[in-house]
């Protein structure tokens, strides 16, 4: 029988087995000369005793591109010291990862079972180890569980969500030293997809490394002088402190990714190095990562494109954007680099948020009313703004799935879409907002025109470029529309407290959505979302903050995304996740301008293996971590 590799599209009752990526065949093992005096003092094992019994074999030939050789130094530009979380994201290093099918298969974990959509059943790799050398167990697994997870102290508001199914959460077992069982009594479609995230869920931790900053464990003194030491309140404070596995600020935390941090903070570089006991190979038997050490240098955001046309970087996309793109270019004939345009992933690049909580309730009633959404759609000229900013490279679109999608529906890109502006001017006359003024701005029943503001985080010169095309093209339809900019968290406040009429911001963070994956941007589930904030909110807090929704479809969506939270097969969740699609094109919810823009990616000549054409997203990409810069290397070593 051919075992299947989603294991987790399965029905009732049906058990599906992931494939265990191993390796047989296999020629001798080889290992990075840079760790060859550690190994020669004896300081670390031979990579044959540093590796899993059965490590992850990555066929870098099969995915297109050249086994590489080990050594050299990848430079990255960041603008802030918590950006060392990138690091992380990029390693996307996880018990399960997304393929390049955007199917979920074990990575950290051997293999994994799933019975029921309920029964999950985790196999670590025999004798795969911490970056110290430290076995990872089971016990690992416990620690996280019962003792962090279950700590009222440490996770006051109980286990993360992804770990709880209609507020209950599940039983773990230890069946052994490497195999672990969560069950719940109603199918969890969240689990899986959770701990593959970008920014994943940490189901285990080095409960060898951390029980000496926990309460229970470490003795009374010791942990009292650590407190002194580290300057925070508690024990509490200090396990948090020194046990962030997102962002490793902890130099001394043992990790499972490519590399491991070395730098404390403040620092203004760090640097990270190869993790010795990283359990991927490639089909030579040379382990992976093939580069020895990654370094972040911190400075102004403002200046990191300057920066990467110097030659500062041998990798960079953070803080570059489109707009960079024609510089970057020039200075690449002078420079050794080379720049590549990505595909953005988002689901509009650029969208409209009207807010449909708007505290002015006459603004508010207009967001709410489907037909002046529709005007506005009708009104804007993508092609233009396509044209004018992008140079036509972008694709004009509503807010939706990416055609790289298994989920996508071009009839639904395209909805509401095309410019009509006597079907625009129809639709507000309808609405009774037929009467203007001199200026053949449209008015309200009580007198107001038809003029209001659209904020923005001031993220870029293009949001205002395109607001400026905007404002050209709803004058023609009597709306006026004056842009403005302002700091985040202002922003952010202004939105949440109705304060904000319209906002523009991007769309669906993730567009390359498949149906295991979670559909929560398509319903009211966050006040992060701009459109409905507090409706959002109401969902968030379970009802103890916010207000409900109203209008019947975001009920409808709510519902649905209920029903997904609760389903068992692939079919249900695909039917839920096109249901939920179809509803956000046809209510514009959010009215996407255009999507697929381009990203700039910066590359050292020498840097091998980085596709010259990628899809560039935080989910569920994880920026470059989907394709595997432990496969990058350099030309020359």
């Given at each position: 029988?051919?075992?299947?590799?989603?294991?987790?599209?399965?029905?009732?009752g049906?058990?599906?087995?992931?494939?265990?990526?191993?390796f047989?065949?296999?020629?001798?093992?080889?290992?990075?000369?840079?760790?060859?005096?550690?190994?020669?003092?004896?300081?670390?094992?031979?990579?044959?005793?540093?590796?899993?019994?059965?490590?992850?074999?990555?066929?870098?030939?099969?995915?297109?591109?050249?086994?590489?050789?080990?050594?050299?130094?990848?430079?990255?530009?960041?603008?802030?010291?918590?950006?060392?979380?990138?690091?992380?994201?990029?390693?996307?290093?996880?018990?399960?990862?997304?393929?390049?099918?955007?199917?979920?298969?074990?990575?950290?974990?051997?293999s994994?079972?799933?019975e029921?959509?309920?029964?999950?059943?985790?196999?670590?790799?025999?004798?795969?180890?911490?970056?110290?050398?430290?076995?990872?167990?089971?016990?690992?697994?416990?620690?996280?569980?019962?003792?962090?997870?279950n700590?009222?102290?440490?996770?006051?508001?109980?286990?993360?969500?992804?770990?709880?199914?209609?507020?209950?959460?599940?039983?773990?077992?230890?069946?052994?030293?490497?195999?672990?069982r969560?069950?719940?009594?109603?199918?969890?479609?969240?689990?899986?997809?959770?701990?593959?995230?970008?920014?994943?869920?940490?189901?285990?931790?080095?409960?060898?490394?951390?029980?000496?900053?926990?309460?229970?464990?470490?003795?009374?003194?010791?942990?009292?002088?650590?407190?002194?030491?580290?300057?925070?309140?508690?024990?509490?404070?200090?396990?948090?402190?020194f046990?962030?596995?997102?962002?490793?600020?902890?130099?001394?935390?043992?990790?499972?990714?490519?590399?491991?941090?070395?730098?404390s903070?403040?620092?203004?570089?760090?640097?990270?190095?190869?993790?010795?006991?990283?359990?991927?190979?490639?089909?030579?038997?040379?382990?992976?990562?093939?580069?020895?050490?990654?370094?972040l240098?911190?400075?102004?955001?403002?200046?990191?494109?300057?920066?990467?046309?110097?030659?500062?970087?041998?990798?960079?996309?953070?803080y570059?954007?489109?707009?960079?793109?024609?510089?970057l270019?020039?200075?690449?004939?002078?420079?050794?680099?080379?720049?590549?345009?990505?595909?953005?992933?988002?689901?509009?690049?650029?969208a409209?948020?009207?807010?449909?909580?708007?505290?002015?309730?006459?603004?508010?009633?207009?967001?709410?009313?489907?037909?002046?959404?529709r005007?506005?759609?009708?009104?804007?000229?993508?092609?233009?703004?396509?044209?004018?900013?992008?140079?036509?490279?972008?694709?004009?679109?509503?807010?939706?799935?990416?055609?790289?999608?298994?989920?996508?529906?071009?009839?639904?890109?395209?909805?509401?879409?095309?410019?009509?502006?006597?079907?625009?001017?129809?639709?507000?006359?309808?609405?009774?907002?037929?009467?203007?003024?001199?200026?053949?701005?449209?008015?309200?029943?009580?007198?107001?025109?038809?003029?209001?503001?659209?904020?923005?985080?001031?993220?870029?010169?293009?949001?205002?470029?395109?607001?400026?095309?905007?404002?050209?093209?709803?004058?023609?339809?009597?709306?006026?529309?004056?842009?403005?900019?302002?700091?985040?968290?202002?922003?952010?406040?202004?939105?949440?407290?109705?304060?904000?009429?319209?906002?523009?911001?991007?769309?669906?963070?993730?567009?390359?959505?498949?149906?295991?994956?979670?559909?929560?941007?398509?319903?009211?589930?966050?006040?992060?979302?701009?459109?409905?904030?507090?409706?959002?909110?109401?969902?968030?807090?379970?009802?103890?903050?916010?207000?409900?929704?109203?209008?019947?479809?975001?009920?409808?969506?709510?519902?649905?995304?209920?029903?997904?939270?609760?389903?068992?097969?692939?079919?249900?969740?695909?039917e839920?996740?096109?249901?939920?699609?179809?509803?956000?094109?046809?209510?514009?919810?959010?009215?996407?301008?255009?999507?697929?823009?381009?990203?700039?990616?910066?590359?050292?000549?020498?840097?091998?293996?980085?596709?010259?054409?990628?899809?560039?997203?935080?989910?569920?990409?994880?920026?470059?971590?989907?394709?595997?810069?432990?496969?990058f290397?350099?030309?020359?070593?």
């Amino acid at each position: 029988m051919r075992i299947a590799r989603r294991s987790f599209l399965i029905g009732t009752g049906a058990a599906l087995v992931a494939p265990r990526l191993g390796f047989a065949g296999v020629g001798p093992l080889i290992d990075s000369p840079a760790l060859a005096a550690k190994v020669a003092a004896g300081e670390l094992p031979p990579l044959a005793e540093r590796l899993p019994k059965s490590p992850r074999l990555i066929e870098v030939a099969a995915m297109g591109r050249a086994p590489g050789r080990h050594g050299g130094t990848m430079r990255m530009l960041m603008g802030d010291q918590r950006d060392i979380r990138m690091m992380t994201i990029y390693g996307y290093t996880r018990l399960v990862v997304y393929d390049d099918k955007l199917e979920l298969a074990p990575d950290l974990l051997e293999s994994f079972e799933v019975e029921g959509g309920r029964v999950f059943t985790l196999r670590l790799r025999v004798g795969h180890r911490w970056s110290d050398g430290h076995p990872l167990t089971a016990e690992d697994f416990r620690y996280w569980w019962e003792d962090v997870a279950n700590n009222k102290r440490l996770s006051p508001g109980g286990p993360p969500q992804a770990m709880l199914i209609s507020g209950q959460p599940c039983r773990f077992e230890v069946l052994d030293e490497v195999t672990l069982r969560y069950t719940w009594a109603e199918p969890n479609p969240v689990f899986l997809p959770a701990l593959a995230g970008a920014q994943p869920l940490y189901i285990a931790m080095p409960a060898h490394y951390l029980k000496q900053f926990h309460q229970r464990y470490a003795g009374k003194e010791e942990l009292e002088q650590k407190i002194k030491t580290a300057r925070v309140k508690d024990w509490g404070s200090l396990h948090e402190r020194f046990s962030r596995q997102y962002r490793p600020e902890n130099p001394d935390l043992p990790t499972l990714d490519p590399w491991r941090n070395t730098t404390s903070i403040p620092a203004e570089r760090f640097t990270f190095v190869r993790n010795p006991y990283f359990h991927r190979i490639d089909e030579n038997g040379r382990q992976l990562p093939y580069v020895d050490e990654v370094t972040l240098t911190i400075g102004s955001a403002a200046l990191i494109p300057a920066k990467t046309a110097a030659g500062d970087a041998d990798l960079q996309a953070r803080y570059l954007r489109f707009e960079d793109y024609t510089f970057l270019k020039g200075a690449a004939k002078r420079m050794n680099f080379e720049v590549k345009l990505w595909k953005r992933a988002e689901g509009a690049s650029f969208a409209l948020m009207p807010n449909l909580n708007a505290i002015d309730p006459v603004w508010r009633d207009l967001n709410r009313d489907v037909r002046y959404r529709r005007a506005l759609s009708l009104a804007i000229n993508r092609r233009d703004i396509n044209r004018v900013i992008y140079f036509g490279l972008a694709k004009e679109s509503g807010n939706t799935a990416l055609p790289e999608s298994p989920l996508y529906d071009a009839a639904l890109a395209q909805l509401n879409m095309t410019p009509d502006l006597a079907e625009a001017n129809r639709l507000l006359d309808e609405i009774g907002l037929s009467k203007r003024d001199g200026e053949k701005i449209r008015l309200f029943p009580d007198g107001r025109r038809l003029e209001f503001t659209i904020e923005t985080a001031g993220a870029s010169t293009e949001e205002t470029d395109i607001l400026d095309l905007i404002k050209q093209d709803f004058i023609a339809i009597g709306i006026k529309i004056h842009p403005r900019s302002s700091q985040l968290d202002v922003f952010r406040r202004r939105i949440l407290a109705g304060q904000t009429i319209m906002s523009g911001w991007t769309g669906m963070d993730n567009a390359l959505v498949a149906a295991e994956m979670e559909p929560d941007a398509l319903a009211p589930t966050s006040p992060a979302q701009f459109n409905w904030p507090r409706w959002g909110q109401y969902f968030e807090s379970g009802g103890r903050e916010g207000e409900a929704p109203t209008i019947q479809e975001a009920k409808q969506l709510v519902e649905l995304y209920r029903g997904w939270r609760h389903s068992t097969t692939h079919e249900e969740r695909r039917e839920i996740w096109q249901t939920m699609l179809k509803i956000n094109a046809e209510q514009l919810f959010t009215i996407g301008v255009v999507n697929a823009t381009l990203q700039p990616i910066v590359i050292a000549k020498a840097l091998r293996n980085v596709p010259d054409n990628g899809l560039y997203s935080f989910e569920p990409g994880a920026f470059f971590g989907r394709y595997m810069p432990d496969t990058f290397w350099f030309e020359g070593n």
